[in-house]
């Protein structure tokens, strides 16, 4: 979003509106407070907190000092919040103001801070009501797997994936009591059972295969493995229809039948690659199964290929989740389903459990989990198991692997970006000073345009010394040249400073300096007059009628 003055003046013309919040902010505005209103802001449907103008009516504009790197502060609250909040900068003839514009929060998802959920009250800022919270926490619906299903019974569930689940449980807990309660007591302190009957999140879970059949036939899971691209009947079809904790462990060994390794040499020791790695695959399939809607009438779908796997699961997204935001959103459509998993250590908290997926894809090289194909009705995600680069792997393998084990998430989409030199996003820049101070990637340019490549000792691994050399020297050379473009386009009046400093506004003064006087002394350019006055024009060895537009 970018603000207009024009739009400015609106907003000073309007009446009071609740998505609006004005502060003078003169001198400064503590960054925490401004996460505070943000959040507000998001809590009450999205709007815009604007510094720099009289927060009482008539509204006149005051211009701010506050938050002068707002590159910053924007990825400061981005991190902050989760969310994306755009940040504009408007000069106004009476002074400089700032725009903060957060959306809206998902549906069902209140925003906190400081462990609470903020909202503005007059002036200033108070915890949202019980009541309010109760509404925006119902907008999600009811969770499906705690319903009970008519007419079934604990004969319903298989005795055998009781037991499954408790040994986990045990297992998970260290809770020994949990061994000698009966089958019902236990199920019922899992709220998996009550005096009214049987959850469908135990007969997805627990259920007998014929139970299933009966109430619950979309619960299925049916697999395929294609040997190639070509239509017709797969090479082999699989389909479970019985609890999930029966066939779990089961599902994942037989996609690991043709899950081939793929080796690569470094140096006098041999790499051995899954193509799949177990963890990304085991998480996505725990994902359809808590995340589906079993309200859709369809089974989940997991086509095994040679070199990729495809997951598909009836119903979209759960409210408030999208592919921008799937690594910090937690929303289980089916809450008890996953509160099990827990319990069974499967996945670390009741959540999307997307992380793992993405940080498995990146440290093997491999591309992104890739949700392109998911809509409104099935949410479609593919995991793609060719190696990309071996290179990359071997030298996070330098890195160490202590180190690359204390990444967070951020930090591997990082280097992700970095590797496949694409710019990185405001919301992860706040993790680039570590990765710098660590030496995992280097920096060329300053300011705005700064840019990133992994360091020297990637490319020496890659036999590439070459390419580290005219990357790290390119960035000086093309500033040089973009330099004396601009100068010998203004033959004959010649350049002033402060043009030149447009040309290149990621650089200081003393870098643009540097760089003319380097011009200089090759007898590229002169300059004529002192100060502020100076003006540079290029040398008559290099004639401005060569120059080609």
Not at 7 to 24: I, V
Not at 182 to 188: E, I, R, S
Not at 280 to 306: C, K, M, P, T, W
Request: with cysteine.
């Amino acid at each position: 979003m970018t603000v207009s003055n024009q739009q400015l003046q609106e907003w000073l013309n309007a009446g009071e509106n609740e998505h609006l919040e004005f502060k003078e902010a003169k001198n400064n505005f503590h960054f925490e407070k401004l996460v505070k209103y943000c959040a507000a802001l998001a809590n009450e449907g999205g709007g815009a907190m604007v510094l720099g103008v009289t927060d009482t009516r008539p509204r006149q504009v005051v211009g701010s000092r506050a938050f002068t790197d707002l590159e910053r502060t924007k990825a400061g609250l981005i991190e902050k919040l989760r969310l994306r909040i755009e940040a504009d900068e408007i000069i106004h003839s009476n002074g400089r103001v700032l725009v903060f514009t957060a959306p809206s929060r998902p549906i069902g998802m209140p925003i906190a801070v400081e462990g609470a959920y903020w909202m503005r009250a007059g002036e200033d800022l108070a915890p949202m009501t019980p009541d309010m919270l109760q509404r925006i926490f119902d907008e999600a619906g009811p969770d499906f797997s705690a319903e009970i299903c008519p007419k079934a019974t604990l004969t319903d569930l298989n005795p055998d994936a009781i037991e499954v689940f408790r040994k986990r449980w045990i297992r998970r807990s260290k809770n020994e009591a949990l061994s000698r309660l009966p089958a019902d007591q236990f199920l019922a302190d899992a709220e998996l059972i009550d005096h009214r009957g049987i959850t469908y999140a135990a007969l997805a879970l627990m259920g007998k295969g014929a139970s299933l059949g009966r109430f619950l036939p979309q619960a299925e899971v049916i697999f395929e493995y294609r040997s190639s691209e070509a239509a017709g009947p797969a090479s082999q079809r699989l389909a479970f229809r019985e609890g999930f904790l029966l066939f779990y462990e089961n599902l994942w060994e037989t996609i690991n039948l043709r899950n081939d390794v793929q080796h690569f040499q470094d140096g006098l020791f041999m790499m051995d690659v899954p193509t799949f790695a177990e963890g990304s695959v085991r998480e996505a399939i725990l994902n359809a199964v808590s995340h589906r809607d079993y309200r859709l009438s369809g089974s989940v779908f997991i086509r095994q290929y040679q070199r990729r796997i495809e997951i598909v699961s009836p119903g979209g997204f759960p409210a408030g989740i999208t592919p921008q935001n799937i690594l910090y959103r937690q929303s289980p459509r089916n809450r008890r389903i996953a509160e099990v998993f827990e319990k069974c250590d499967l996945v670390e908290r009741s959540g999307q459990g997307a992380n793992r997926m993405f940080e498995e894809s990146i440290k093997q090289s491999k591309p992104l989990p890739d949700f392109t194909h998911t809509d409104d009705y099935q949410v479609a995600l593919t995991l793609h198991g060719e190696i990309q680069d071996p290179a990359f792997l071997r030298f996070l393998e330098r890195v160490g692997e202590e180190r690359v084990r204390s990444f967070a998430t951020e930090d591997l989409l990082v280097l992700d970006l970095v590797h496949r030199e694409q710019p990185v996003p405001p919301e992860l820049q706040t993790r680039l000073h570590q990765l710098l101070d660590q030496g995992t990637i280097e920096s060329l340019g300053r300011g705005r345009g700064t840019r990133y490549l992994l360091p020297r000792q990637f490319y020496r691994l890659t036999g590439k010394r070459g390419v580290y050399t005219r990357k790290r020297g390119l960035d000086r050379g093309t500033n040089k040249e973009l330099l004396l473009k601009h100068i010998q386009g203004n033959h004959p009046d010649g350049a002033r400073f402060d043009e030149l400093q447009q040309v290149l506004p990621a650089l200081s003064r003393s870098q643009i300096q540097k760089l003319l006087k380097e011009l200089k002394a090759e007898g590229r350019v002169r300059n004529e007059g002192r100060t502020k006055g100076t003006r540079w024009y290029a040398s008559p060895i290099f004639p401005t009628e060569k120059v080609q537009s």
